[in-house]
């Protein structure tokens, strides 16, 4: 058995790579007599069907902080990181049902252009640029480091070539064709990125099983580490600090869910392009059953490193290379290393696999964070009167700069060890004031703009409190080792109730004049949506019955 890659896997990565480029490269092109537009670019035309949303959604979400980072995360702690992914399928359906019909009625192009239809352009400004930060230093920076990690451990790419290639890559396609070329490659992109995940999935259960296959795999490592399975820490699990228990279900998860998956420009734009409300729902659907599916994927195999990492007949059995790139140094190695051992040709599917999640996620990014900038910063404050043409290339040009800046901030992410949890704390700093804002705006009439304004600049230094202070309760000091996720969600309770009360005082109880009418008629689903709702809602109990 050796490492790296041998020819089959060259042919097969670069076959993936010519059908993703000549996919988006294809559906970029400019119609005959029409020249891209506005809508064209930043929302596919409003034409996309429910499949491609939900391979959107996935393709876009499932990136190298998931094959990677949540692969980590599985090594370091077991089925308990899956939470992340399985409440993902209820939170789905709560914004299916609950936020679309408001966004979609309002016919946006972005989040925050919802901010100010409801509350002001300062606000609407002050989230954008929030947001903006977010993407570049924090989540194109952290994909473009993990994918290159990964082409590090398998092919021996230096990290500085890894993250040019991977940027060049995504911006071939995605810079020039918009939402269109991301949205529709996406489609294939989610189509290798689960049979590859699975290929990695079945070899890594086969190996532990002793050539058993899949069920048999599975067996074993649940009778090998059984503590490995439990998805409810308790207080004197080490990991107890990133999954703190029973929030996982009722606390700060919600937080980082609700607005990850409801209000965050890369994820919710590619509902905003469908074709009608019921069919962006049909979208938000299918992507939930196939989130239920993605731990398979992404954790299991961690699992199955951590199994096989400390059992000496098989790291014998797996050769020299087995010592290569372990995962005990650096928990983020695992999935990578893991691949270091699939037979020729495969490897290449696998990789082809991983490099469909870093690439689709980088283009949703990239996309949005030019949308964000061309359609809130752009035609607001320099140039109120652009046509299509120059809003267009704005949008090229500012994704751009958003993917150079990012690749300056990729290599300094090196020194983290499970840059899944790097993201959600850092993303946790800032999400609390948004979430409250918008759960307040649509749902809370009374709401105002000052209110609003002064709940999302108080929950920054909120947020930092809880993460610099001492944290926790003791007799000694007034916070220790406070879990991020009990952070995230005091920082939005005290966020909620700075703005309740500036709402309250400043108008003395009356409603809003800009406050949403909300009723029963908004919220309507289709029978298929409730069906397919309650069934992703059975699945979920089981799961945690089986696995409590």
């Given at each position: 058995m050796t490492a790296g890659f041998h020819m089959w896997d060259y042919v097969v990565f670069i076959a993936y790579a010519i059908l993703i480029l000549g996919v988006g490269l294809w559906v970029s092109r400019d119609k005959k007599g029409h020249q891209k537009n506005a809508e064209d670019y930043f929302l596919a035309s409003k034409s996309l069907p429910w499949w491609a949303i939900g391979a959107s959604l996935i393709a876009a979400n499932i990136s190298a902080e998931q094959f990677i980072g949540m692969s980590g995360a599985g090594f370091a702690s077991g089925l308990a990181i899956a939470s992340y992914e399985w409440m993902a399928a209820l939170t789905l359906i709560i914004v299916g049902k609950y936020f679309l019909p408001i966004f979609i009625e309002k016919g946006l192009y972005t989040i925050p252009e919802f901010v100010e239809k409801r509350f002001s352009t300062n606000l609407k400004t002050i989230l954008a640029v929030f947001w903006i930060a977010l993407y570049v230093f924090v989540n194109l920076a952290s994909v473009l480091y993990l994918g290159s990690l990964a082409l590090q451990t398998i092919m021996g790419v230096p990290l500085i070539y890894g993250i040019i290639g991977l940027a060049l890559f995504a911006a071939a396609y995605s810079l020039y064709g918009g939402l269109s070329a991301v949205a529709w490659t996406?489609?294939?992109?989610?189509?290798?990125?689960?049979?590859?995940?699975?290929?990695?999935?079945?070899?890594?259960?086969?190996?532990?099983?002793?050539?058993?296959?899949?069920?048999?795999?599975?067996?074993?490592?649940?009778?090998?580490?059984?503590?490995?399975?439990?998805?409810?820490?308790?207080?004197?699990?080490?990991?107890?600090?990133?999954?703190?228990?029973?929030?996982?279900?009722?606390?700060?998860?919600?937080?980082?869910?609700?607005?990850?998956?409801?209000?965050?420009?890369?994820?919710?734009?590619?509902?905003?392009?469908?074709?009608?409300?019921?069919?962006?729902?049909?979208?938000?659907?299918?992507?939930?059953?196939?989130?239920?599916?993605?731990?398979?994927?992404?954790?299991?195999?961690?699992?199955?490193?951590?199994?096989?990492?400390?059992?000496?007949?098989?790291?014998?059995?797996?050769?020299?290379?087995?010592?290569?790139?372990?995962?005990?140094?650096?928990?983020?190695?695992?999935?990578?290393?893991?691949?270091?051992?699939?037979?020729?040709?495969?490897?290449?599917?696998?990789?082809?696999?991983?490099?469909?999640?870093?690439?689709?996620?980088?283009?949703?990014?990239?996309?949005?964070?030019?949308?964000?900038?061309?359609?809130?910063?752009?035609?607001?404050?320099?140039?109120?009167?652009?046509?299509?043409?120059?809003?267009v290339n704005v949008g090229r040009i500012s994704a751009a700069v958003a993917l150079i800046i990012a690749c300056i901030m990729a290599p300094l992410l090196g020194g983290i060890d499970q840059a899944f949890q790097f993201i959600q704390e850092y993303t946790g700093v800032v999400s609390p004031g948004i979430l409250a804002v918008f759960l307040l705006g649509l749902f809370w009439k009374k709401t105002t703009n000052k209110a609003a304004i002064v709940g999302a600049l108080v929950s920054i230094p909120i947020a930092i409190y809880f993460k610099v202070a001492p944290k926790g309760w003791s007799t000694s000091a007034f916070f220790v080792d406070l879990p991020f996720m009990h952070q995230m969600g005091y920082t939005l309770l005290l966020t909620m109730l700075v703005i309740i009360l500036y709402s309250y005082f400043q108008h003395k109880g009356a409603d809003d004049k800009k406050g949403i009418p909300v009723t029963k008629e908004l919220f309507k689903t289709s029978p298929l949506f409730n069906i397919g709702a309650f069934a992703v809602m059975l699945i979920l109990t089981a799961l945690y019955a089986i696995f409590w």
């Open positions: 996406d489609v294939i992109q989610v189509v290798f990125l689960i049979l590859g995940g699975l290929v990695t999935t079945y070899l890594a259960l086969n190996t532990v099983s002793g050539g058993e296959g899949f069920m048999a795999g599975l067996s074993t490592i649940y009778d090998k580490v059984p503590e490995r399975f439990e998805m409810i820490l308790d207080e004197t699990n080490p990991e107890y600090i990133n999954l703190p228990g029973i929030a996982v279900l009722v606390g700060g998860m919600w937080v980082a869910n609700l607005y990850y998956w409801g209000f965050n420009q890369y994820i919710i734009q590619r509902t905003l392009a469908a074709k009608s409300l019921k069919e962006s729902q049909k979208g938000i659907l299918f992507a939930a059953f196939l989130k239920l599916l993605i731990p398979l994927i992404v954790v299991i195999p961690g699992i199955a490193a951590y199994v096989i990492i400390n059992d000496p007949e098989m790291m014998t059995g797996l050769g020299d290379i087995a010592l290569q790139n372990s995962p005990l140094d650096k928990k983020d190695n695992a999935y990578p290393w893991l691949l270091q051992f699939l037979p020729t040709g495969l490897k290449g599917v696998a990789f082809a696999a991983l490099a469909a999640a870093i690439v689709s996620s980088l283009a949703s990014m990239l996309n949005s964070t030019s949308t964000i900038f061309t359609m809130d910063i752009y035609k607001q404050y320099i140039n109120k009167h652009a046509d299509d043409r120059k809003t």
